[in-house]
Structures are given as structure tokens and as C-alpha cells.
């Protein structure tokens, strides 16, 4: 990192805020391969659009394939993908703006530091709302459901280092909504998640 810059003040989180009649928060969905993340994100995503609350959705579509795709999938690999997707949904929810972000994340150690960077300021400005939702499935269910065949090609050997089949995945311990994707529908995940947010002043309009 640099040592020879400065951080330069500009308008504080309140002021945009207080302009742009919204919160900022960053909504991090993990879970397994076929859990569902995606699927309740983009819905999560249209509902809170629809309720006009300015919001966007990070996912391994539009980050792999651009801002991260010189990454691959080794433990290192991963880490600099989390850190890098933490640091882009900081900024989208410093701007206020509710950024949603659909990826693996395996790794307890990882998601902390998404989470530490949204406690972290550089001003006078309050902590980042940080809900991390763990989209929990049995690897049974996610395999029967496989929609891209990875699992199937995970054992088949095609696939190295496949999260829940070659590589591991660290169940979150107290993530602050859990949701079990095959026992509970779409609509009511968005539901689950919107009233949440709602309880937590989230989504009201103005500061």
C-alpha cells in the first residue's frame, strides 16, 4: 500500500443521506453452490427497486468476469476476491445505496474482513450496516439441484478445489439472518430480509 497519500474529506455519509433520502447498507449473502443466493438476491434486489430505494446487486457475473477476473479459485485467490467485492460493496453502500453481494465466501476469516471494513471510518462518519445472510442448504439438496453440473464435474475431478466437495466451507456462527433455501420459497426469503431491514430503519426514506 502507499504510504504517501492523504485522505481527502469530501461530504460526509449524513449529508448523502440526507440528499438522497436513503441509507447505505451492504446485505452479504453466503452459502454453498445451488443454495439459492443469487436467486433471492436478484428478487431482493427488484423488491427494493420497486420500493424506490436506489440498490445493486454484486455477484460472480458482473465481478469475475471484469474487476476480478485476473483471479482464480486457490485460498489466496479467494481471499483477494472477497477482499476486493467487501471493498466495491463498501463503497456502493458509503454512497447510500444498499449493495447486495451473492458469492461463496467460504471462508470465516474472509467474511470478517468484509465486515471489518464496513465498521472501519476514516471521518467522523458512523459504521456501515453489515447483514450478512447465510443461505443454508444441505450439499445433498445443492448437488440434486446442480443447475451448471459443477458438482457433478467437482467429482468427477474436473473441477479442483469445489466448495463443499474439495474445498471447504465455514459455516457462519452468527450471521445475523439464516435462512434454509430448501425449506423456505423465494418470496418469502425477500420477505424474511425486507422486514429485517425494515426493523433496523434500513429502508426508511430521509436520515
Not at 471494513?117 to 476514516?122: E, G, K, P, R
Not at 467437482?154 to 430448501?182: C, D, L, M, N, W
Given at each position: 500500500?502507499?504510504?504517501?497519500?492523504?485522505?481527502?474529506?469530501?461530504?460526509?455519509?449524513?449529508?448523502?443521506?440526507?440528499?438522497?433520502?436513503?441509507?447505505?447498507?451492504?446485505?452479504?449473502?453466503?452459502?454453498?453452490?445451488?443454495?439459492?443466493?443469487?436467486?433471492?438476491?436478484?428478487?431482493?434486489?427488484?423488491?427494493?427497486?420497486?420500493?424506490?430505494?436506489?440498490?445493486?446487486?454484486?455477484?460472480?457475473?458482473?465481478?469475475?468476469?471484469?474487476?476480478?477476473?485476473?483471479?482464480?479459485?486457490?485460498?489466496?485467490?479467494?481471499?483477494?476476491?472477497?477482499?476486493?467485492?467487501?471493498?466495491?460493496?463498501?463503497?456502493?453502500?458509503?454512497s447510500t445505496t444498499i449493495a447486495l453481494t451473492s458469492f461463496?465466501?467460504?471462508?470465516?476469516?474472509?467474511?470478517?474482513?468484509?465486515?471489518?471494513?464496513?465498521?472501519?471510518?476514516?471521518?467522523?462518519?458512523?459504521?456501515?450496516?453489515?447483514?450478512?445472510v447465510f443461505i443454508d442448504i444441505p450439499v445433498e439438496e445443492?448437488?440434486?439441484?446442480?443447475?451448471?453440473?459443477?458438482?457433478?464435474?467437482?467429482?468427477?475431478?474436473?473441477?479442483?478445489?469445489?466448495?463443499?466437495?474439495?474445498?471447504?466451507?465455514?459455516?457462519?456462527?452468527?450471521?445475523?439472518?439464516?435462512?434454509?433455501?430448501?425449506?423456505?420459497?423465494?418470496?418469502?426469503?425477500?420477505?424474511?430480509?425486507?422486514?429485517?431491514?425494515?426493523?433496523?430503519?434500513?429502508?426508511?426514506?430521509?436520515?
Open positions: 500500500m502507499s504510504t504517501n497519500i492523504t485522505w481527502h474529506a469530501g461530504l460526509t455519509r449524513q449529508e448523502r443521506s440526507d440528499l438522497r433520502k436513503q441509507k447505505g447498507c451492504t446485505v452479504w449473502f453466503t452459502g454453498l453452490s445451488a443454495s439459492g443466493k443469487s436467486t433471492i438476491a436478484i428478487a431482493l434486489e427488484q423488491h427494493l427497486l420497486h420500493l424506490g430505494l436506489a440498490t445493486y446487486r454484486l455477484d460472480g457475473d458482473n465481478v469475475r468476469f471484469g474487476l476480478n477476473k485476473d483471479l482464480g479459485f486457490s485460498p489466496k485467490d479467494r481471499e483477494e476476491n472477497i477482499r476486493r467485492i467487501a471493498e466495491v460493496a463498501k463503497l456502493f453502500a458509503d461463496i465466501s467460504p471462508y470465516a476469516a474472509d467474511r470478517q474482513l468484509a465486515r471489518d471494513l464496513h465498521a472501519s471510518t476514516n471521518n467522523t462518519d458512523a459504521p456501515l450496516p453489515f447483514i450478512e445443492a448437488e440434486k439441484r446442480d443447475p451448471k453440473g459443477l458438482y457433478k464435474k467437482a467429482r468427477a475431478g474436473e473441477i479442483k478445489e469445489f466448495t463443499g466437495i474439495s474445498a471447504p466451507y465455514e459455516r457462519p456462527e452468527k450471521a445475523e439472518i439464516h435462512i434454509h433455501s430448501e425449506k423456505t420459497s423465494v418470496e418469502e426469503a425477500v420477505r424474511i430480509i425486507t422486514q429485517y431491514l425494515e426493523e433496523k430503519g434500513l429502508l426508511k426514506v430521509g436520515s
